[in-house]
């Protein structure tokens, strides 16, 4: 089984987050491409709805985008988001995790991240990876993901 990279990076507050701080919990780890975009807040939306139920399971969510640590406060504010969000300017992590991509939108490559979440375990193993995810009910379905890896 894959072990998640540790990591070092800033939350929304500006306080500084590693992997290994949540040692002994489930860690759901999503990458997103921007703040305040319909896709993005959707999704930061759903986690933030779900946030108790992710606890019950003894699981906390992060978000990681290069946004910096203003904008990813903007958003959380603007939108009472209840989950961390951390900042990744260097893209360092998101290299780390494989979501920083060449990616292909109407005709034009360039980089970017490509939306991903990741299910750690409290070993820190990743037992779980969606890619090029679809916002829509993802939140959902990796609580379900969730439930039945725990039992």
């Known amino acids: 089984m894959e072990k998640a990279k540790d990591f070092k990076l800033l939350n929304q507050n ?3 987050r590693k992997l290994s701080d949540y040692k002994g919990k489930w860690i759901v780890l999503y990458f997103y491409p921007r703040d305040n975009t319909p896709g993005c807040t959707l999704e930061a939306k759903d986690f933030t709805s779900l946030k108790s139920e992710f606890e019950k399971e003894e699981a906390i ?3 990681i985008s290069k946004d910096s640590v203003k904008k990813h406060k903007n ?11 951390l900042s990744d300017e260097d ?10 991509q060449l990616k292909k939108i ?4 360039s980089y970017g991240i490509v939306r991903s979440t990741f299910l750690i375990n409290p070993e820190f193993e990743i037992v779980f990876k969606w890619e090029k995810v679809k916002t829509k009910g993802h939140a959902e379905t990796v609580l379900e993901k969730l439930k039945e890896l725990k039992r």
Do not use: A, N, S
Request: aromatic share 12%; no cysteine.
């Open 106 to 109: 109407y005709g034009k490559e």
């Open 75 to 85: 958003f959380v504010e603007k939108h009472d988001l209840k989950i961390e969000l």
């Open 91 to 100: 893209l360092k992590v998101l290299k780390d995790y494989g979501v920083w």
């Open 14 to 16: 500006g306080e500084t």
């Open 61 to 63: 969510i992060i978000g």
